[in-house]
């Protein structure tokens, strides 16, 4: 849960935070990081979608952090099934990647789930050099790549489709400190 708390304190430093009341945690896996970022807000409630087998650990999660009350789950496709509206905040971790062909749809979804106002933050590896680094993630990648599959995105290439989509501001960042994969990139998108 470590870099669930680092989420939810880098996602509480945003100037928007204290006026959030909804929060997605879009591909959210275990739904860690939406319940360290629910838990560090004294009435944010939050949902965790996921693959509906997926969705079922994080409901024991749910039960585990004792957070029945402010957080639900919704199990399905993000990328085809309705995610949800009424949002303040969505979160995405390394959610994207393969979808990166469909990208402009997906997170056009996201910002028509949010409120005026809402903020997406996108958390996901991106590739530099002419695609040849970082070599961590040219190396994690390899067996994927020889197989005709690409999962990386460029560095930019989230924060372009943001704005492209209509979202009117993004600030993009290196993320502190070490990752599974190798050097990874916030993006963060205000509608």
């Known amino acids: 849960m470590n870099w669930a708390k680092q989420a939810a304190a880098m996602v509480g430093?945003?100037?928007?935070?204290?006026h959030m009341w909804r929060m997605l945690d879009s591909g959210g896996g275990a739904g860690l990081i939406g319940l360290a970022i629910v838990a560090a807000h004294p009435t944010m409630i939050g949902v965790v979608?996921?693959?509906?087998?997926?969705v079922e650990v994080a409901q024991r999660f749910i039960r585990e952090y004792n957070l029945q009350e402010r957080v639900t789950v919704i199990g399905g496709d993000f990328s085809q099934d309705p995610i949800g509206d009424g949002y303040d905040l969505v979160w995405t971790s390394y959610t994207l990647n393969s979808h990166r062909r469909n990208l402009d749809p997906i997170i056009r979804t996201i910002h028509a789930a949010l409120n005026p106002g809402g903020v997406y933050v996108s958390f996901a590896e991106s590739l530099t050099d002419e695609r040849t680094k970082p070599t961590m993630m040219i190396n994690s990648m390899l067996a994927v790549g020889l197989t005709g599959g690409d999962l990386m995105f460029d560095e930019g290439e989230i924060a372009q489709a943001m704005l492209r989509v209509g979202f009117?501001?993004?600030h993009s960042r290196a993320a502190e400190g070490s990752q599974p994969h190798g050097p990874v990139i916030i993006d963060i998108a205000r509608k």
């Open 49 to 54: 979608f996921d693959r509906p087998e997926i």
């Open 13 to 18: 430093e945003l100037p928007e935070f204290p």
């Open 168 to 170: 009117r501001s993004v």
